[in-house]
C-alpha cells in the first residue's frame, strides 16, 4: 500500500470550509485514496473515498490531483462536531485486505 | 440497517485470564477485519476474515492470540492469558461481499487488564 503524508494538525473556524490535504506520491493504479475520521476515540468512521476523478457525498468532497500524487478532503462548512483525527489511505479495492493508518492530522474545529 | 456491533464496549481482565471480544457484521456483510489502537497509537491491523476462513493475519501477535469467524454467529477475537501490554481498544470492521470493499468500523471493545 502506498505510504501517505499528513500535516500533524490543523485549525479550522466554525463554518468554514475545512480542507485536509494528503500526499501520496507513490500510489499505484489500483490504489483507491479513502479518507476515515476518528471521533474521540470512537471507531473510524468512514467519509468518502476515490480513485481518479473528484467525488461528492452528503459529507464531504475529494479532489485528487491529475497525476494522483496528492487529495484534498474538503468538509465545506466545518461544525465543532467535525473535530477529529483524519486519516488519508491508499489502498486497493476489490482485493480486501487491510488498511493502513497513519498518525493521521488532528482538525480543530473552534468556535 | 443497524452498524457494526462490538460487545462488550469495556472489557476488564487480570493478568492470565482470558478475554473474547465479539464482532456482528453490518447485515449482507460476510468479510471482518479487527484493528488494535494501542493508548496513543494508531490503528493496527490485525486479522481479516471470511466466513469460516481466515485471510489475513499477518498483523496477529504470534502467540495468546487466535480469531475466527463461524458460519453462524458472530466473529470472535481471543486472547488467551492476557497481559498489562494487551491494554487496548480493538475495532472491528466489516464489508459487503463483492466489488465493494469499504469497511465499516463498529464502537470498538477497551480492554484493560489489570
Known amino acids: 500500500d502506498a505510504k501517505t503524508t499528513q500535516p500533524t494538525s490543523m485549525d479550522c473556524a466554525e463554518g468554514r470550509a475545512a480542507n485536509l490535504p494528503c500526499n501520496h506520491s507513490?500510489?499505484?493504479?489500483?490504489?483507491?485514496v479513502y479518507w476515515y475520521r476518528q471521533i474521540h476515540s470512537q471507531g473510524p468512521q468512514y467519509i468518502i473515498h476515490?480513485?481518479?476523478n473528484n467525488e461528492t457525498n452528503e459529507m464531504a468532497s475529494l479532489i485528487i490531483t491529475e497525476d494522483r500524487k496528492s487529495s484534498t478532503l474538503i468538509l465545506p462548512h466545518a461544525t465543532l462536531r467535525d473535530t477529529a483525527v483524519y486519516y488519508c489511505i491508499a489502498s486497493p479495492l476489490g482485493q480486501g485486505g487491510k488498511l493502513i493508518f497513519g498518525q493521521g492530522t488532528e482538525l480543530s474545529v473552534k468556535p | 440497517n443497524a452498524g457494526v456491533m462490538q460487545n462488550p464496549r469495556h472489557l476488564v481482565r487480570r493478568r492470565g485470564q482470558e478475554a473474547r471480544l465479539r464482532c456482528s457484521p453490518m447485515?449482507?456483510?460476510?468479510?471482518v477485519y479487527w484493528y488494535r489502537q494501542l493508548p496513543e497509537e494508531g490503528l493496527k491491523f490485525m486479522v481479516y476474515?471470511?466466513?469460516?476462513?481466515?485471510?489475513?493475519e499477518s498483523g496477529m501477535p504470534k502467540e495468546r492470540f487466535s480469531a475466527e469467524f463461524p458460519k453462524e454467529g458472530p466473529s470472535i477475537l481471543r486472547i488467551q492469558q492476557v497481559v498489562r501490554g494487551d491494554s487496548a481498544a480493538y475495532f472491528c470492521?466489516?464489508?459487503?461481499?463483492?466489488?465493494?470493499?469499504?469497511?465499516?468500523f463498529g464502537p470498538g471493545t477497551r480492554l484493560l487488564v489489570l
Open positions: 507513490t500510489i499505484s493504479g489500483n490504489e483507491y
Open positions: 470492521a466489516s464489508s459487503p461481499q463483492g466489488w465493494t470493499e469499504t469497511q465499516y
Open positions: 476474515l471470511q466466513k469460516e476462513n481466515i485471510i489475513d
Open positions: 476515490g480513485l481518479k
Open positions: 447485515k449482507g456483510h460476510s468479510h
